[in-house]
């Protein structure tokens, strides 16, 4: 098979320079350099250099030892990734953090996995070039179907590259395979762990509710709305404008452990409605202060916010599938995708601000499927 030499049929001396650098063959571009070493040999020839070499049994000592230590920096790794699983389940009120600590339950996982995944890699890399030999093997292509002796010669070459590997004269490196593969593989079964346990009844209150606890205990009707992004309490008279609209917050949900998960639930809009065009729901009849109503933000099809205002129309509508409602009749559902009414908020007055007495009477956002 032609061929990578130089071409010429000049006879030389074996050992000669000359000899040495016209046998070695031409680089092609894109390819590393192979230092004069023939890429392929043709059957009978010597092997190349290093190739079947013997290895030194001290050196290899040492390099196990290396190799079994990665491994076992491999099975602490997959420890350290479960064990940062589990923990991070519990950052949270009853499991369910939220992005306050997503950003720390990421840092321990990734770093867990991370850690076993690369030391794994390390020890395995350093096992192939250190420890195993490097015999030369000439595999002949034939039919598909193999014969009884070449079957007997495919067990030997097998059983020969068992022992060539180690795995079989060198029971540390198994054992600490086995130990860190043993943690990698029970990792995703850990996984699992993600499909319960139910939220029960947690998604069917927001802080609202608490906050209207908290102010009742210390003798007041209710909790003061606050601005959206100034935390000023809202007068009555500062929301006079008929078809204006503001977005509110129950005062101290910036203080709330999971303050970012409370206000994801918990924001509302206010609507201040014409008198002439407002129809109270019934049994809410007392929900609104001269025609300002507050409904939940998040929209009841797949949770966008609901903020597009039209004052002509005093329509509410989710931009991401076009649901409409009807501010005017406790924000029914007129058109789009949505199923259910934007939740109501009950609202009162004391001393001049507009509080709310109490939480939504259903839970926010889409409808999810233990909601019955």
């Given at each position: 098979?032609?061929?990578?030499?130089?071409?010429?049929?000049?006879?030389?001396?074996?050992?000669?320079?000359?000899?040495?650098?016209?046998?070695?063959?031409?680089?092609?571009?894109?390819?590393?350099?192979?230092?004069?070493?023939?890429?392929?040999?043709?059957?009978?020839?010597?092997?190349?250099?290093?190739?079947?070499?013997?290895?030194?049994?001290?050196?290899?000592?040492?390099?196990?030892?290396?190799?079994?230590?990665?491994?076992?920096?491999?099975?602490?790794?997959?420890?350290?990734?479960?064990?940062?699983?589990v923990y991070a389940g519990t950052l949270g009120e009853n499991g369910m953090h939220g992005v306050d600590d997503a950003q720390v339950s990421n840092y321990l996982l990734g770093g867990g996995m991370t850690v076993a995944m690369l030391a794994m890699a390390i020890g395995v890399t350093i096992w192939v070039r250190r420890l195993m030999t490097s015999k030369q093997i000439i595999q002949k292509r034939g039919n598909l179907y193999s014969?009884?002796?070449?079957?007997e010669e495919f067990a030997t070459n097998f059983l020969e590259g068992a022992g060539d590997s180690a795995v079989t004269k060198r029971p540390l490196l198994r054992r600490t395979l086995l130990l860190a593969a043993a943690p990698l593989g029970l990792a995703p079964l850990v996984l699992l762990r993600d499909l319960g346990p139910l939220p029960e009844k947690r998604l069917r209150h927001?802080?609202?509710?608490?906050?209207?606890?908290?102010?009742?205990?210390?003798?007041?009707?209710?909790?003061?709305?606050?601005?959206?992004?100034?935390?000023?309490?809202?007068?009555v008279s500062d929301f006079a404008t008929p078809g204006s609209m503001i977005t509110v917050l129950p005062e101290g949900i910036e203080e709330s452990h999971h303050a970012m998960n409370d206000i994801a639930?918990?924001?509302?809009?206010?609507?201040?409605?014409?008198?002439?065009?407002?129809?109270?729901?019934?049994?809410?009849?007392n929900w609104h202060v001269n025609?300002?109503?507050?409904?939940?933000?998040?929209?009841?099809?797949?949770?966008?916010?609901?903020?597009?205002?039209?004052?002509?129309?005093?329509?509410?509508?989710?931009?991401?599938?076009?649901?409409?409602?009807?501010?005017?009749?406790?924000?029914k559902v007129i058109f789009g995708p949505a199923a259910r009414s934007l939740p109501q908020l009950p609202l009162a007055?004391?001393?001049?601000?507009?509080?709310?007495?109490?939480?939504?009477?259903?839970?926010?956002?889409?409808?999810?499927w233990e909601r019955g």
């Open positions: 098979m032609s061929d990578n030499n130089t071409g010429s049929n000049e006879p030389t001396e074996p050992g000669d320079a000359v000899h040495e650098q016209r046998q070695s063959p031409k680089r092609v571009i894109g390819t590393p350099a192979q230092d004069g070493r023939l890429l392929v040999t043709a059957e009978g020839e010597p092997a190349p250099h290093g190739a079947g070499a013997e290895l030194d049994e001290e050196s290899a000592k040492r390099a196990e030892r290396v190799v079994a230590l990665f491994f076992l920096l491999a099975a602490l790794g997959s420890v350290g990734f479960i064990a940062a699983y014969d009884e002796p070449t079957r927001t802080f609202w509710g608490e906050a209207v606890k908290h102010a009742k205990e210390h003798g007041k009707k209710g909790v003061r709305l606050v601005v959206d992004g100034t935390n000023r309490p809202l007068r639930k918990a924001v509302t809009i206010l609507i201040n409605i014409p008198a002439d065009r407002f129809k109270p729901v019934k049994g809410r009849e025609g300002i109503v507050a409904y939940s933000k998040i929209c009841t099809h797949v949770g966008c916010p609901a903020a597009l205002y039209e004052q002509t129309t005093h329509h509410i509508l989710c931009p991401c599938h076009q649901s409409t409602f009807d501010a005017t009749d406790g924000a007055v004391e001393d001049g601000y507009l509080i709310a007495t109490g939480d939504y009477p259903e839970p926010v956002g889409p409808s999810f």
